[in-house]
Nanobody, 129 residues
């Protein structure tokens, strides 16, 4: 199983980026895929999840209304469209997968790091003010 993130970079406040999480060795449609981020000096936090087979998505309050998670099953890839970016969105962004398809629908579970079986290497997002 492998997850490869891409799409990070430097953007001005108010701008947009689209992150990709390409999976291999598993099917994104069946799993729970989540995006996490970790800012310098802070803990890794869950910001969004998707379980395509259940039609479920979820967002942290900090990104709700600005970020959109989606999946392309043909490409076995999950995306995170990030709009209206703020300097506080600056972080390393990671995707992770879990075979527990209930994680995204359940309350308070998808944010737990130890629920995930595999992680990508991360992609850096920097938002300038």
């Amino acid at each position: 199983v492998q997850l490869v993130e891409s799409g990070g970079g430097l953007v001005e406040a108010g701008g947009s980026l689209r992150l990709s999480c390409a999976g291999s060795g598993f099917t994104v449609d069946d799993d729970t895929i989540a995006w996490f981020r970790q800012a310098p000096g802070k803990e890794r936090e869950g910001i969004s999840c998707i379980t395509s087979s259940r039609g479920v998505t979820k967002y942290a309050d900090s990104v709700k209304g600005r970020f959109t998670i989606s999946s392309d099953n043909a490409k076995n890839t999950v995306y995170l469209q990030m709009n209206s970016l703020k300097p506080e969105d600056t972080a390393d962004y990671y995707c992770a997968t879990s075979s527990a398809s209930y994680l995204c629908a359940a309350s308070g579970l998808y944010e737990r790091l130890n629920e995930y079986d595999y992680w990508g290497q991360g992609t850096q997002v920097t938002v300038s003010s």
